[in-house]
């Protein structure tokens, strides 16, 4: 009698269950939720309740004419105008433009993408496509239960995961706003909140910017339940933004300072968060500010290791201007909506701006396109401080200095939109 060849038989199955693995770890999240609701029994992910239909905003809490004048912070303004070429724009630099200038934005630049149009490139796959034709995939993508986007180093994407929504959410759509992928109608900015709580995982790379979006439309929500039947809260958001090295992530780490900022604040008014987690999230940004404190070079601005401290300001890193741009616009912009308590003193608050705003100045709109999203924070940032934002300064000053072109605000196009320096990677 013929021997089963059972060695046989377990190489069969270990390639079979390889092959399923490798299946199931490429596949979207709802063919996931799917597999692990036939054979786990998990209950399907039930649509989040969205209390709101306008996203919060949270304010900043100074005007400091003397940190950056009425002049200097329309030149930089100027340098930061969204001005987009039609053919393979990228749709980073666009969130990066609409989130400080927002949806309502207008202007008298003939090269300059208003609000409406911005919106409409991110939001609707017509108008998207009318730049890229079908050399790339969609940036909005069908997905059975809604829609999603996508995102990552792939041409004609958005490179961060949650970017997308978090830069529409700080213009200030609506949950009403209207969302066209390249075969469904009738969705709107809900269904792809929706589908970012569904996709959620909290061990994802890269946080920053769905804590964010989260934060401004869940609150008072504190906790709610994702596919597969997983728990999140924002306590376990701030302590994910935590976790880790300083300097590792987007920006040389500055945005999950900004948004873990941007929680404390929002905690202030809807209690999100524990009181043990708050005092972990405060603690955390105390020792932010003493290192920034320490890491400051002498003309004001911070290196991208400013995560060393001292050693960094004491010996001086070999790396290009444009991310001390980065560094340093990035802690402008979550001090300004930080408590005094959290401010590094002042005179070197004082000295960052004046770097920055003399950096910027002293290049043209044509240097600074290519390095646009980096520069964005800095106008952001200074308008900030002047607690507005740039749209509003932007009207009132032009109401008394109209347009004229000059050598230092006109871009000169290519054939295409300039590339740009990488911005995923950890600096």
Not at 12 to 17: K, M, N, R
Not at 59 to 72: A, C
Not at 177 to 187: E, I, Q
Not at 411 to 420: A, H, I, K, L, R
Request: hydrophobic content about 40%; overall charge negative.
């Amino acid at each position: 009698m013929r021997q089963f060849p059972w060695k046989i038989f377990w190489v069969i199955q270990a390639v079979v269950l390889a092959a399923f693995g490798a299946a199931y770890a490429v596949s979207t999240t709802h063919s996931r939720d799917l597999v692990e609701q036939e054979l786990f029994g998990r209950e399907p992910f039930k649509p989040v309740v969205i209390p709101r239909t306008q996203p919060l905003v949270v304010e900043p809490l100074y005007d400091r004419p003397d940190l950056v004048s009425d002049k200097e912070l329309a030149a930089v303004l100027d340098r930061v105008l969204p001005r987009f070429h039609h053919r393979h724009t990228k749709p980073n630099f666009v969130e990066h433009a609409i989130r400080i200038w927002g949806v309502d934005a207008e202007f008298d630049h003939p090269q300059a993408m208003s609000g409406h149009d911005m919106e409409g490139f991110l939001t609707d796959h017509a108008r998207y496509a009318a730049s890229w034709g079908t050399e790339v995939e969609p940036l909005v993508v069908d997905r059975p239960n809604g829609l999603a986007i996508r995102w990552g180093r792939e041409t004609g994407g958005s490179v961060h995961h949650d970017h997308w929504l978090a830069s529409l959410t700080e213009a200030g759509v609506s949950i009403d706003t209207p969302v066209y992928g390249p075969a469904r109608r009738g969705m709107h900015i809900g269904e792809v909140i929706q589908e970012s709580l569904r996709d959620f995982r909290l061990d994802e790379r890269e946080t920053e910017w769905t804590a964010m979006a989260f934060g401004l439309w869940l609150p008072p929500t504190r906790a709610w339940v994702g596919s597969g039947g997983r728990q999140y809260s924002f306590d376990l958001l701030a302590r994910r933004l935590m976790r880790g090295q300083k300097e590792l992530g987007v920006c040389s780490g500055t945005h999950r300072v900004y948004s873990l900022m941007l929680l404390i604040r929002l905690d202030d008014e809807f209690n999100i968060l524990s009181a043990d987690t708050r005092a972990e999230a405060y603690a955390h940004l105390e020792n932010v500010r003493d290192l920034i404190i320490a890491s400051q070079w002498d003309d004001g601005r911070w290196p991208t290791n400013w995560p060393d401290g001292a050693d960094a300001s004491a010996t001086h890193i070999d790396e290009e201007l444009y991310k001390q741009v980065i560094a340093t616009g990035h802690h402008l912009e979550w001090l300004a909506i930080a408590p005094p308590e959290l401010h590094p003193p002042d005179e070197q608050i004082l000295k960052a701006a004046r770097w920055v705003i003399d950096t910027t100045t002293s290049q043209t709109a044509n240097e600074i396109l290519p390095r646009y999203t980096f520069y964005s924070h800095v106008g952001n940032a200074l308008a900030l401080w002047r607690k507005t934002h740039p749209t509003p300064f932007w009207r009132e000053w032009r109401a008394s200095h109209p347009y004229e072109a000059t050598p230092e605000n006109t871009v000169v196009w290519e054939t295409d939109s300039p590339d740009e320096d990488d911005t995923s990677s950890s600096h």
